[in-house]
């Protein structure tokens, strides 16, 4: 690319109110941007029960992938537990994007075809680009059109991948998962769901929860939102762990995550059910979020730990989510064009360590600002 296409495209960006920047946030403001949705990544008590019971056994680097030398007990010890959890065949990875990537990009190739949610994560089309399948997506959520986009296909491929997510991240709706299984008894696709937005909020899982799994053949778990940590796990049969093994990019040729993460993710794998208080307590500030925000007559989507407050314009959303900030909340617009023109908003992660009385005076402040700016 040359310099001045770079220069043109970084204007027009600017001039459309959609540079992005790296910011940092000051700790001291109340965090409505984390995905941390349970608190377990920030937590200092668990820290402490961490250090204290692997201390000894804490490294820094792998050194090496995991094909060579970068393999360590810790991670087997932690795939074995996922195995038991899961009854399926476990294989962990340095990210939910490589996990994403690589499955789409070593199982699927030019003769197949992959149907995906039309708002499927980033990482699912860059496996699907990289595959060279064909794509078809169907409207958000939308299983009556899934089976029309089955119908219309069923004669011309008999290698079909259906993609989707469980919790999305940007209106933080939930799939219907059951009824795609459904589909899939009729049609017989490969159906890989995305657990990123709700490992931990639910246990182990929506697919683990709903009984699923056995219908499911490529499950990820990406572990940077409620799963507190970095990573990810791939839950399928043993013999596209093996497969993945020998042709999957992303793990062949990567230093794996070093020990300490594996033994942190063990770590948490292990407290999963003991988080139950917690994900109580988030359950109940999301209750009482939708009621303030019918209360308070805010136009948003609030159907899980994921809040979209709307503003519908990226100029608007931009100076609302400057002005919270100034008053210690840390928020950030979500802008067109990742989200629909006319729905940009604020974003908010809930967990359990906000108190049901900052969400509400946040919701007050919100509002205050919405009233003042159109
Ligand atoms: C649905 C979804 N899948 C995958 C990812 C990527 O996971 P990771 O951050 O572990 O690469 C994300 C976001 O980060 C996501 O929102």
């Not at 994921?306 to 100029?315: E, H, S, T, V």
């Amino acid at each position: 690319m040359k310099i001045e296409e770079i220069k043109n495209q970084l204007e027009k960006k600017k001039l459309e109110n959609n540079l992005r920047t790296l910011k940092i946030f000051k700790e001291e403001d109340l965090n409505l941007s984390s995905n941390d949705y349970l608190g377990i990544g920030q937590d200092k008590k668990l820290k402490e029960e961490f250090l204290e019971k692997y201390r000894d056994k804490i490294l820094f680097s792998s050194s090496s992938s995991r094909l060579i030398t970068g393999n360590y007990k810790i991670i087997r010890d932690l795939e074995e537990r996922l195995n038991k959890i899961y009854g399926k065949s476990s294989l962990v990875m340095n990210s939910g994007f490589s996990a994403n990537k690589t499955i789409i990009e070593t199982f699927y190739n030019k003769n197949s075809l992959i149907i995906t949610d039309r708002l499927n994560h980033s990482s699912i089309y860059a496996g699907i680009l990289e595959s060279g399948a064909k794509v078809v997506r169907y409207r958000h959520l939308d299983i009556a059109h899934l089976e029309t986009v089955l119908e219309k296909y069923k004669k011309d491929y008999d290698d079909i991948l259906v993609v989707t997510e469980t919790v999305y991240s940007m209106d933080g709706d939930i799939a219907p998962i059951k009824k795609i299984v459904d589909l899939k008894k009729k049609y017989k696709f490969n159906l890989m769901v995305d657990e990123a937005h709700s490992y931990g909020v639910f246990g182990y899982g929506i697919a683990y929860e709903e009984n699923l799994l056995k219908d499911i053949d490529f499950l990820t778990i990406p572990l940077g939102k409620g799963g507190g940590s970095i990573g990810s796990y791939i839950i399928c049969d043993e013999i596209y762990r093996e497969y993945l093994i020998n042709f999957g990019r992303e793990i062949i040729y990567t230093t794996s995550l070093p020990p300490v993460n594996a033994l942190w993710n063990l770590f948490i794998l292990e407290k999963m059910e003991e988080f139950s208080d917690r994900r109580k307590k988030l359950w109940e500030l999301i209750d009482f979020s939708k009621e303030k925000i019918k209360e308070l007559e805010i136009n948003a989507i609030c159907d899980s730990q994921i809040m979209a407050l709307i503003i519908g314009d990226n100029k608007k959303a931009d100076i609302i989510s400057k002005n919270l900030r100034d008053k210690g909340y840390v928020v950030y617009s979500i802008k067109s064009p990742t989200v629909a023109k006319g729905t940009e908003r604020i974003r908010v992660g809930l967990n359990p360590n906000i108190s049901k009385e900052e969400i509400f005076n946040f919701l007050k402040e919100f509002k205050n600002e919405l009233n003042s700016i159109f």
